[in-house]
């Protein structure tokens, strides 16, 4: 009986260390589970923080870029009608010296008529929104396509919807010089919405006109507004999609 109750005795001297190794052992896994837990939560969150200031930033440099394309973009486009105008201006100007010169033998009307019928169907610009008109150095209209009820009157004194003489501001430049440019606020086409429209003015001397065209302010701003609709999709989706 002693001996048996020595053999149980033992058992329990061999197993009690290992239950206490186990027990310490799962203490120890659960500790060491609870600190990476903690570390892993405290990294999570300082990476939430370091990404929201990257991103925070990075929305700043956006609107900064957006802003400054935008004052950017808007002086280029201003700049860029200007020149298209003076290059169509150009053009005309060209076709209206060949008529000119090929036909001196006409009276002053016929070499008018001919100029008028080369030149009053063209359209152009990017939404061909672009034509031509021929005013006269006293005022009278040769050739407005868009009114032709102008046509053959003097508008010398014909203000703007701002109370502008646009007319007569721009034979007083001519006047002076061969080109010029002037804005004045003007119906869009044939509807009563008024808008800013930049007009650049030619003389040709020897008939005593000029030849000018414009752009519309509103079309300027829609250019304008296309481009940066471009850009907020790079800057949303990247310029690769």
Same mark, same amino acid.
């Given at each position: 009986?002693?001996?048996?109750?020595?053999?149980? /005795? +033992?058992?329990?001297?061999?197993i009690?260390?290992? &239950?206490?190794?186990?027990? +310490?052992?799962? #203490?120890f $896994?659960?500790?060491?589970?609870?600190?990476?837990?903690i =570390?892993?939560?405290?990294?999570?969150?300082?990476?939430?923080?370091?990404?929201?200031?990257?991103?925070?930033?990075?929305?700043?440099?956006?609107?900064?870029?957006?802003?400054?394309?935008?004052?950017?973009? =808007?002086?280029?486009?201003?700049?860029?009608?200007?020149?298209?105008?003076?290059? $169509?201006?150009?053009?005309?100007?060209?076709?209206?010296?060949?008529?000119?010169?090929?036909?001196?033998?006409?009276?002053?009307?016929?070499?008018?008529?001919?100029?008028?019928?080369?030149?009053?169907?063209?359209?152009?610009?990017?939404?061909?929104?672009?034509?031509?008109?021929?005013?006269? $150095?006293?005022? +009278?209209? #040769?050739?407005?396509?868009?009114?032709?009820?102008?046509?053959?009157?003097?508008? &010398?004194?014909?203000?703007?919807?701002?109370?502008?003489?646009?007319?007569?501001?721009?034979?007083?430049?001519?006047?002076?010089? =061969?080109?010029?440019?002037?804005?004045?606020?003007?119906?869009?086409?044939?509807?009563?919405?008024v !808008?800013?429209?930049? !007009?650049?003015?030619?003389?040709?001397?020897? /008939?005593g006109?000029? #030849?000018? =065209?414009?752009?519309?302010?509103?079309?300027?701003?829609?250019? &304008?507004?296309?481009?940066?609709?471009?850009?907020?999709?790079?800057?949303?989706?990247?310029?690769?999609?």
């Amino acid at each position: 009986m002693e001996h048996i109750k020595g053999q149980h /005795l +033992t058992k329990w001297i061999l197993i009690l260390p290992i &239950i206490g190794f186990i027990i +310490t052992a799962l #203490v120890f $896994m659960q500790t060491f589970i609870n600190h990476e837990k903690i =570390t892993y939560e405290n990294d999570l969150r300082q990476n939430n923080i370091e990404t929201l200031k990257k991103n925070k930033l990075f929305a700043k440099e956006k609107v900064e870029e957006i802003y400054t394309f935008i004052q950017l973009n =808007t002086k280029q486009l201003k700049i860029q009608a200007r020149e298209e105008a003076r290059e $169509m201006v150009g053009l005309a100007y060209s076709i209206i010296e060949k008529v000119y010169l090929q036909n001196k033998n006409l009276s002053e009307k016929e070499v008018l008529k001919l100029i008028s019928q080369k030149l009053n169907e063209m359209r152009f610009f990017k939404h061909l929104d672009g034509y031509f008109y021929i005013v006269k $150095m006293n005022g +009278t209209v #040769v050739m407005h396509p868009i009114m032709p009820s102008f046509n053959g009157k003097n508008l &010398i004194s014909i203000k703007d919807a701002k109370g502008k003489a646009f007319v007569q501001e721009g034979i007083n430049l001519l006047k002076e010089n =061969t080109d010029a440019n002037i804005s004045y606020f003007w119906k869009k086409g044939t509807n009563d919405n008024v !808008v800013k429209k930049y !007009v650049y003015l030619k003389k040709f001397e020897p /008939l005593g006109i000029y #030849v000018a =065209t414009g752009r519309y302010e509103d079309n300027i701003l829609r250019d &304008i507004k296309i481009s940066i609709q471009k850009m907020l999709i790079n800057v949303r989706y990247g310029e690769k999609g």
